[in-house]
Structure formats: structure tokens, C-alpha cells
Antibody
């Protein structure tokens, strides 16, 4: 069974950074890209970027370049997303997801990031 | 970016048929997918590649369309279908989602 287990909710100060994890199980981690999606009340669902763990290649939605950095640790089957220089606009639920048939077939449970002083 | 336009909300009675539309600002071929999201949960894939039913999803759900116009049909609607439904395209970069259609049961 494919499972994507994300790290817990975060409360962070404006201007700080946060790193979210997504541990994959039930499949060969390096055989699939990992995607990250943001869900916020104002902007809905947005694709942030993608990492291909096998070759450590990333691609980003232009909107999130400079905001999000995607990495992957093949030894622990874990993908990471770091968000930097946080503002209130970054407060949202963040999901990792895996594709099948060009669609997001598997989702993590989501990590709520709240940016507040 | 490819903009996906959905009607914001619908209200139907159990047992009725409902169609939820999604219009793309440019062609996405058949790389359109539909998700159901209930409060506090992650989105759940219902339909992939415009018309293919995801494994485990009831056959009451169906999808159709190509190019710029797509529909998700639920027939018959059940009480448990109360949720927000999103379309999403993966033909053009960046991948984009519709704003969602909130389905309420009367």
C-alpha cells in the first residue's frame, strides 16, 4: 500500500524558514517523482514543484521559485520541502503527492503551516 | 498559466443526477482529472485522464470531455457526496487546479 506520511503542523515566525518532510512507503521511492501542492483559502490548490529522487532533479512553478526548495533523501525514502522568508501569505496546508496516469493518485495527509508572530 | 473555471456551488437532492463543469482557458487534451475533498481531508482522486474511473471509486462517478470542456457526473447523488470537487490539468506547465465546486445536498 502506497503511503505518504508528512511531518506535523508548524507554527513559525515571519521571516523564518520551515522544512516539511514526506516519508514514502509501499513502493520504490526512486521510481517516482514527488510533487508538492499548496492549499490556501485565498488561492486554492497550487502545484509548487516536483523532485525526481533518482536523479535529484527539480522543477518549480515559477510562482514558487525562490520560496520553496525541494530535496530528497534516498536512504530514508523521504522528500523534503523547505519554505523560506515566510510571510502570512505562506500560511496554508502543504501536501506531498505522487502521480499515476498523470494525476495525483496518492496524497500525504497534509501539513499546516501557520506564520504568525 | 492554464485557468480552469468551475461553477462555485451546487445544491441537489439525493437520488438526482448532477454535472459539474470545468472549462480550461486553453486545450489540455484529455489530461484532466477530478478530485473530491471533504473538510479536513486531503483530496481524493476520482477520475483520471478525463474519463477513467479510479480504482475503488463508485461507478456513480463518471467523467467526459476533451480539449477545453470537461464534466464530472454523479448519478445518483448520495448524501456522502457532500464535498468540494476540483478539476486539475497536467497537460500544460504549470499544472493547475480549478477553484472547486462545493456540492451540497438538499
Amino acid at each position: 500500500e502506497v503511503k505518504l506520511q508528512q511531518s506535523g503542523d508548524e507554527l513559525v515566525r515571519p521571516g523564518a524558514s520551515v522544512k516539511i518532510s514526506c516519508k514514502a512507503s509501499g513502493y520504490t521511492f526512486t521510481n517516482y517523482a514527488m510533487y508538492w501542492v499548496k492549499q490556501s483559502p485565498g488561492q486554492g490548490l497550487e502545484w509548487i514543484g516536483t523532485i525526481i529522487p533518482l536523479i535529484d532533479t527539480t522543477s518549480y512553478n515559477q510562482k514558487f521559485k525562490g520560496k520553496a526548495t525541494l530535496t530528497a533523501d534516498k536512504s530514508s525514502n523521504t522528500a523534503y520541502m523547505e519554505l523560506s522568508r515566510l510571510t502570512s501569505e505562506d500560511s496554508a496546508v502543504y501536501y506531498c503527492a505522487r502521480m499515476e496516469n498523470s494525476s495525483f493518485a496518492y496524497w500525504g495527509q497534509g501539513t499546516l503551516v501557520t506564520v504568525s508572530s | 498559466d492554464t485557468v480552469l473555471t468551475q461553477s462555485p456551488a451546487l445544491a441537489v437532492s439525493p437520488g438526482e443526477r448532477v454535472t459539474i463543469s470545468c472549462r480550461a482557458s486553453e486545450s489540455v487534451s484529455t489530461l484532466m482529472h477530478w478530485y473530491q475533498q471533504k473538510p479536513g481531508q486531503q483530496p481524493k482522486l476520482l477520475i483520471y485522464l478525463a474519463s477513467h474511473l479510479e480504482s475503488g471509486v463508485p461507478a456513480r462517478f463518471s467523467g467526459s470531455g476533451s480539449g477545453t470542456d470537461f464534466t464530472l457526473t454523479i448519478d445518483p447523488v448520495e448524501a456522502d457526496d457532500t464535498a468540494t470537487y476540483y478539476c486539475q490539468q497536467s497537460w500544460n506547465d504549470p499544472y493547475t487546479f480549478g477553484a472547486g465546486t462545493k456540492l451540497e445536498l438538499k
